[in-house]
């Protein structure tokens, strides 16, 4: 497998990037200016001097980098090897630049410690799907490489207080909150993104994963330009309506902070995408 990478300008970060140069997704948006847009911005919008940000699936650092910028202290977690290099430079970059901080944890976030295979997608380097013991590749990663990794419990590095989570683990969503609940508990003021994808989630359904954060006392809504509040049951229909392989959604929630974090326009694009959408 390639492992080379280049450098990109970024002019809205301010310093250059390390991607990963056979990657088909991230890398170049990345090089064309940005990634994921509005869960950047609703990720952002929650970031300040001195608060603390856990990103689970930290990949090659878009989201720590933003946060490392904003001068939070940062927990990152990136299991597979040569990704956690690329992760740990961008973020030496960013702490040259911002006032923020970051720790690379080089282990998958999961209920219980022990190792575990991953298998790493041939052309999107985001996709990299950690499989349940015993378990060959997804049907639709036929030509994905496993390698080996370990994985650990949030809860045995991280303690105390955080105010912003980002998960993507590509199906690991369940197992990574499970080995983070008292981190969980400890973090009434929260702002959560998440990515929720049925079709690869392990150790949980769809609807016990929302379930779950609903009963955690979150308010839950797509990340979207124009997030609004949803129900468990309204987000796992929409879910089902898509293509169950190749595109799950990705969740912004919060908890003892205000959801609706743009202005007057935005709050009221919010209310009639709730009206519109089904």
């Known amino acids: 497998m390639d492992h080379a990478t280049k450098t990109v300008p970024v002019p809205g970060l301010g310093l250059d990037f390390e ?7 991230i890398g170049p948006s990345i090089a064309a200016g940005g990634w994921e847009e509005h869960e950047t911005r609703l990720f952002n919008a929650h970031l300040s001097e001195g608060c603390r940000v856990l990103d689970l699936g930290a990949n090659i650092g878009w989201f720590a980098v933003q946060a490392v910028l904003a001068g939070a202290e940062v927990d990152a977690f990136e299991p597979v090897p040569h990704i956690a290099d690329v992760l ?12 923020g901080s970051a720790r690379v944890h080089r282990y998958a976030a999961g209920a219980e410690p022990g190792s575990a295979e991953i298998f ?42 955080v105010d912003v989570i980002k998960i993507d683990t590509q199906g690991s969503e369940w197992h990574a909150l499970s080995g983070a609940r008292s981190l969980l508990d400890a973090s009434p003021k929260l702002a959560l993104l998440i990515e929720f994808w049925p079709y690869a989630l392990r150790g ?3 609807a016990e994963l929302l379930e779950f954060l609903n009963s955690q006392g979150f308010c839950m809504g797509k990340a979207t330009a124009a997030p609004y509040p949803m129900t468990p049951a309204r987000i796992l229909k929409q879910a089902e309506t898509r ?4 595109s799950g959604l990705d969740l912004y929630a919060t908890r003892g902070k205000a ?12 209310i009639w995408r709730s009206i519109k959408e089904d």
């Open 88 to 99: 740990e430079r961008n973020i030496a970059r960013a702490m040259e630049r911002g006032s």
């Open 120 to 161: 790493l997608a041939s052309s999107n380097r985001g996709d990299n799907r950690v499989v349940d013991s015993g378990s060959q590749a997804p049907e639709d990663m036929s030509d994905a490489v496993g390698v080996e990794i370990q994985i650990r419990k949030v809860d045995d590095l991280v303690s105390g207080a």
């Open 259 to 270: 959801f609706h974090v743009g202005g007057a326009v935005d709050r009221l694009r919010s």
């Open 19 to 25: 991607i990963l140069s056979d990657d088909e997704i």
């Open 243 to 246: 293509d169950p392989v190749k």
């Open 204 to 206: 949980a359904t769809g």
